[in-house]
């Protein structure tokens, strides 16, 4: 049986999206270890970086709503499918709300006024208009609580990516089982085809 891989499309959205995620952690964890000169040039970029994750994940779930996934391999038993698919759609969740919260917390910033956002200092990105224009005082408190809902959303995606790689790795290596050639480029993409009876029935 020919091995059952995601579409090419589903394969360049799905590294471009975790090469960003990863700049963007970096930039975060980096901030605090910066001269003062470089502090706002890294948040710049990291904002910039997160609203292109935002993008992509739309696009993302666009692309995956007309496009049925493979099936997953047989040798997964029933928990493993069941952790996989709840791994993924919280993952598909984060790569919303990360960048929604930061959006958020950025916009109840109260220099935000006299400090315009670019993406890549290129294309102007407005704020949340609404956020915005919340009297100072309470929108001071908001710019708080959605820092750390942020930062919230931040070590939950850490957590799950350490999770999503982990059992990738096991079910590769321990399973043998050919996970990373299902998201590979390499070999032809069948990502939008229909699993077969026998490829849906999990093994217990």
């Known amino acids: 049986m020919p091995l059952a891989r995601y579409t090419r499309t589903a394969v360049v959205l799905h590294w471009l999206v975790a090469a960003l995620i990863a700049v963007n952690v970096a930039l975060a964890l980096s901030v605090d ?19 292109t994750v935002l993008g992509l ?27 996989a698919h709840t791994a993924h759609g919280a993952l598909y969740a984060l790569m919303l709300l990360l960048p929604l919260s930061g959006w958020m917390h950025d916009s109840a910033w109260k220099d935000a006024a006299t400090h315009p956002m670019t993406l890549f200092g290129l294309v102007p990105w407005p704020r949340i208009g609404a956020i915005e224009a919340i009297e100072p005082a309470t ?15 931040g070590y939950l995606l850490y957590t799950l ?10 079910h590769q290596w321990l399973d043998r089982e050919p996970e990373l050639q299902r998201m590979s480029l390499r070999g032809e993409a ?15």
């Open 161 to 170: 990516l350490v999770l999503h790689i982990g059992g990738a790795l096991k």
């Open 139 to 153: 929108k001071e408190s908001l710019h708080t609580l959605f820092g750390i809902v942020h930062t919230g959303f």
């Open 57 to 83: 994940a739309l696009v993302r779930i666009l692309w995956r709503a007309g496009h049925r996934p493979p099936p997953l391999p047989l040798g997964y038993a029933r928990w493993e499918r069941i952790a």
């Open 33 to 51: 270890y910066l001269p003062d000169e470089w502090v706002r040039p890294f948040i710049d970029t990291h904002k910039s970086t997160g609203i």
């Open 190 to 204: 069948s990502g939008d085809q229909e699993p077969t009876p026998a490829e849906a029935t999990p093994r217990r």
